[in-house]
């Protein structure tokens, strides 16, 4: 694996480097997207408007429906939350971003078994299910995959359950493998989301962007006062922001992620797999067809509205009851809020408190404990036990689909893992700990 830190302008090399053939200019065959935005619920507007703009942008570009796979819940267009129904933006005043979308796979078919699936092209597993369609690419076409939402250490999320970091390196292996694409470019979207391609090979032409480093928050941006939600995340816009200016029959890979990891100020944007794909045009995976769509226009770093009000994801749904609170317009309105607010906070830290006892539990020692909790940021190494014990606390103690904020803490059980104890004995602490029926709706 090998990772170029943006700021750094530095290749750190893991292992044995495999000997890397230069990157196909090669423009037979045809491009394939898969578009998915994990998430559910309003206050996740963000995800499913990134997904739809990187859809228009895609559309736009002559890439035809037919090509694209999308994956969305389909809840935030006609929510009774919605000021403008029917529509999605993913900047203030921006254009709608939501006509047009195919709804491929929706509501409860938005799952990481139907997502690998669709990777793999198994029409007979997705018979009868949403509109069934798979990646139908082959050796000489190129696949472009985004995903946006909450993510974790070795986790991206879906609305009711995640997906691994290793089934999802499996698949592509598996892609590979079957000869499925010529080359494969992955933009992903999630806090922690470098720890999805720590195990990605440099030498199967599959390119990968990550919008923070492995212990990193990702950033919502453009907090909409209308619509009392952030409405796109900062990495998913700069590169489509990026996107909807440049030339992309023109602009390589690599001069887009120089730009947007150097405009991705809020988190460490990575390069990840074959790096010398990088030297491909942007629309060789978006799209050839050249097209101006409505931007805000060049980039200016003394005032970013982006960046300016950008929030770290974990902390936007606080950010969005204290604003609502500031913009009550009456001392009853700002009670309500206010009581949204503290309750919140309490709720958050009853997840905190309950996984302290669970490793107080396992460890039987309070120093061990201390040093458990602490997010040292270790490298998932015993992925069993790591998936064990995290399907045991989303199982028995908080649906993490449904309490986000949860991910937070799973830091702790990587810590266990790998200083050696078991999923068994956390599994055993979690029923002995969590004795009321698993908890949703802490976010």
């Known amino acids: 694996m090998r990772v170029l830190v943006a700021l750094m302008v530095v290749v750190v090399s893991v292992g044995v480097q495999a000997l890397v053939m230069p990157a196909s200019t090669d423009d037979s065959g045809d491009l394939w997207a898969v578009l998915v935005a994990g998430s559910k619920t309003y206050m996740n507007y963000r995800h499913q408007a990134d997904v739809c703009h990187a859809y228009q942008i895609l559309h736009s570009h002559g890439v035809p429906d037919d090509h694209i796979i999308v994956m969305m819940f389909d809840d935030i267009a006609n929510s009774p939350e919605n000021p403008t129904p029917g529509k999605i933006i993913n900047r203030p005043d921006g254009p709608d971003v939501y006509q047009g979308v195919p709804k491929d796979y929706t509501g409860t078919d938005v799952t990481p078994e139907n997502f690998l699936k669709v990777l793999a092209g198994d029409t007979e597993g997705l018979k009868g299910v949403g509109s069934g369609k798979v990646l139908g690419s082959g050796p000489n076409d190129r696949v472009f995959i985004n995903l946006v939402d909450h993510g974790a250490p070795g986790i991206f999320g879906f609305p009711t359950t995640f997906l691994y970091e290793n089934d999802f390196t499996n698949a592509i292996l598996g892609m590979s493998r079957n000869k499925q694409f010529k080359e494969m470019t992955i933009y992903l979207e999630a806090c922690e989301s470098g720890s999805m391609f720590k195990n990605l090979p440099d030498d199967i032409n599959v390119y990968a962007l990550s919008a923070a480093n492995s212990t990193q928050s990702s950033y919502a941006c453009y907090f909409d006062s209308a619509r009392r939600t952030f409405l796109g995340d900062v990495f998913s816009i700069k ?169 937070r803490v799973l830091y702790a059980i990587v810590n266990l893992c790998e200083h050696g104890y078991t999923a068994d004995e956390f599994t055993t602490a979690a029923r002995a700990v969590c004795d009321f029926d698993p908890i949703t709706g802490i976010i």
């Open 239 to 407: 590169w489509m922001e990026d996107t909807d200016r440049e030339d992309v029959t023109k602009e390589s890979l690599l001069k887009q992620y120089s730009i947007v990891a150097k405009e991705t100020t809020t988190s460490q944007v990575l390069q990840f797999g074959q790096l010398s794909i990088d030297t491909q045009r942007v629309g060789q995976f978006v799209g050839d067809d050249q097209t101006t769509l409505d931007t805000f226009g060049p980039f200016n770093p003394l005032n970013d509205p982006c960046l300016n009000s950008s929030m770290a994801s974990p902390d936007v749904p606080l950010a969005t009851l204290q604003m609502n609170h500031n913009n009550a317009v009456a001392d009853l309105g700002a009670d309500f809020w206010q009581t949204q607010v503290d309750m919140l906070q309490e709720s958050r830290g009853f997840v905190k408190d309950k996984m302290r006892e669970i490793v107080a539990a396992v460890t039987g020692d309070s120093s061990l404990t201390n040093q458990m909790m602490t997010n040292n940021h270790h490298q998932i190494h015993k992925n069993k036990c790591y998936q064990a014990a995290t399907n045991s606390f989303h199982d028995i103690c908080f649906d993490l689909s449904e309490n986000t904020y949860a991910m």
